[in-house]
């Protein structure tokens, strides 16, 4: 609570600073300053009258390889004080809107967005950029993505028209020394012009730097972050400050090493304001939260088993020259050692039919037993929302496994999690990595081997039902299970 008094201190001081400043006589040195206000990427989830929570940033300035997919939007602004190289300590600040398309699971996604990079200094129109970012998930949470911002709209944007690669990758910390906290996220890319050293910056040169960003998620609400933005070193925080309003606050303290005083040109108004204090806002929501369904999943149980092996072929064959013998045999009767003979072909036809008859019903017997076992393996475990912990009214479903399990000491299963669509990519990765998790940790509990469970977690990528719904969000919120090996040679466990 003394944190969020103190940020809220700090905001009035800036807002007080903006009034002073707004009527200042501006010079063109002071307009062609060369400052980011970090608008943080999030990837929150709502829609009109639901807010889950969303999920805290991952960089305070840098990109990062996440974005937004169809459906998806967002506002965000960012607050600065003072601007960079500014003669009288001026506050400024940015607006920022945008959209998603396609979507980066299956062949990319496609986030656009727009700036507006001064609003009380220049005026909200004045100063306007627009940023494109391709982006693609790949398989163990890591993400890559391709991107343009700096797009000037207007003769007053003075952003570097910039293009940037950069990868992503999600770790979860579960199982390693840092279990107490949820997860990591590390980001790294190369781009052109504005992600040079600040020295090539304020002397103009046309040239490529790198940046990189890491975050530690500390629990469900809040991370910390530390950025190289390719010329200042920022160190902040992320947090959801509220339960029910998806609503991120990113503050920072920008240029810890003062690196944006490197090679300073002097001119009228410059001014070395070394570290800065910002505040990234961002918001996001579905725009229609009716998506197209999506095409069908891969089925999550695959098992191959050898059911009793019945040579009916030859069965039926049998009894076939039965039958052709005792026609034959009762045109030709003449005697009764003839009709005898027709009689017993007649017997051995029949005997030959009910070998068959009882051949199929034991065939069909196994069969029905192990399609039951092939059930009780796929039988799906749910989960609460924004939960991991096994419901009690699921720990039957998994209790049912175990003597399969125990009775094919070589099978092999996966455990897939999965989650509604309301969350971050990010966030729902990580939430469907640890459901999967739980359930491992419950059949282990019950005597399985470890070594025998794979997990893999899905987000919100692979839903059973699309709709906007509790009954399908309910549905979406699941953990799968999948034969990985052994599978050939299932048996059905005792009674």
């Not at 459906?71 to 300590?89: E, H, K, M, T, W």
């Not at 924004?386 to 009214?393: L, P």
């Not at 491992?440 to 692979?462: C, N, P, Q």
């Amino acid at each position: 609570m003394g944190s969020f008094r103190t940020l809220l201190a700090a905001s009035v001081i800036v807002a007080t600073t903006v009034a002073r400043s707004a009527g200042a006589q501006q010079s063109a040195e002071d307009l062609r300053a060369k400052f980011r206000l970090p608008v943080p990427e999030v990837g929150l989830a709502t829609e009109t009258g639901r807010f889950p929570r969303g999920a805290p940033g991952t960089s305070s300035g840098s990109p990062i390889a996440f974005g937004a997919n169809w459906n998806d939007a967002f506002i965000g602004g960012g607050l600065q004080a003072p601007v960079r190289y500014s003669a009288n300590g001026d506050a400024d600040g940015s607006v920022s809107m945008g959209f998603g398309l396609g979507n980066a699971s299956d062949i990319a996604g496609v986030e656009v967005a727009i700036n507006a990079l001064s609003t009380v200094r220049s005026g909200v129109g004045n100063r306007v950029g627009l940023g494109f970012k391709a982006h693609k998930i790949l398989a163990n949470n890591w993400g890559v993505a391709l991107g343009m911002q700096g797009v000037q709209l207007n003769s007053n944007a003075d952003d570097r028209n910039s293009i940037y690669g950069v990868v992503t990758k999600a770790f979860s910390l579960e199982g390693t020394a840092l279990s107490q906290f949820q997860g990591f996220t590390w980001s790294g890319g190369i781009g052109t012009e504005a992600f040079q050293t600040a020295g090539n910056l304020n002397s103009g040169k046309h040239g490529v730097g790198i940046f990189t960003s890491a975050a530690l998620r500390v629990n469900d609400a809040s991370s910390v972050i530390l950025d190289w933005a390719g010329q200042d070193l920022n160190l902040g925080v992320s947090f959801v400050p509220f339960n029910s309003l998806p609503l991120v606050l990113s503050p920072a303290i920008a240029d810890l090493t003062g690196a944006s005083n490197a090679n300073l040109a002097t001119g009228a108004g410059a001014k070395k304001t070394g570290p800065r204090f910002t505040l990234g806002v961002g918001f996001a929501f579905k725009v229609n939260p009716t998506a197209p369904a999506p095409s069908a999943a891969p089925s999550m149980l695959v098992i191959n088993a050898t059911a009793v092996q019945v040579d009916a072929e030859k069965v039926a064959m049998a009894a076939a020259r039965a039958e052709d013998e005792r026609r034959r045999q009762v045109a030709d009767s003449r005697t009764e050692d003839e009709r005898k003979r027709v009689a017993d072909a007649a017997a051995a036809a029949e005997k030959s039919r009910a070998i068959a008859a009882a051949a199929e019903a034991e065939r069909s017997k196994n069969a029905a037993e192990l399609d039951a076992v092939r059930a009780t393996l796929a039988k799906i475990v749910y989960y609460d929302f924004d939960h991991d912990e096994i419901r009690d009214d699921q720990k039957a479903s998994l209790d049912a496994k175990v003597p399969v399990l125990q009775a094919n000491p070589l099978l092999m299963i996966r455990i897939a999690g999965h989650t509604d669509e309301r969350g971050s990519d990010e966030y729902n990765l990580a939430l469907s990595q640890r459901r999967a998790a739980s359930a491992k940790r419950y059949l282990v509990s019950r005597g399985i081997a470890a070594d025998r469970i794979e997990t893999v977690g899905f987000g919100e990528e692979r839903p059973v039902d699309v709709s906007n719904t509790e009954d399908a969000w309910a549905k979406n919120r699941r953990a799968e299970f999948e034969i990985t090996a052994g599978g050939e040679s299932l048996k059905v466990p005792p009674r």
